[in-house]
């Protein structure tokens, strides 16, 4: 746990779920001294404010390197293979 509240581990949405769940606390308990930089806040709700489809190219660049934070993240190749296969049926599925 330690490790963890240094950050020299990082931990995945599941495993913070299964922790909130363990000791019966919301995930929100997790986030209360949590104060992001106010830069931070105003490039979220920048792009949150875009309609759909009107990303810029840095937007997109943003999105990408997104994306390859959260590739990285992945503890496996087997969560990687299920990623690209949940990817490929998005694509199929598309009007």
Known sequence: ????????NMI????????ARAYELPISWFFEEFDEPPD??????????KEPGAWSAASCDEREAGLLAIWRA??????????????????????
């Open 40 to 49: 931070e806040r105003e490039r979220i709700r920048a792009i949150l404010q």
């Open 12 to 19: 995945n949405v599941v495993q913070l779920y299964r922790l």
């Open 74 to 95: 992945l503890p496996d190749d087997e969560h990687r293979r299920r990623l690209l296969n949940l990817m490929e049926l998005l694509v199929h599925a598309r009007p």
């Open 1 to 8: 746990m330690s490790r963890m509240e240094s950050g020299e």
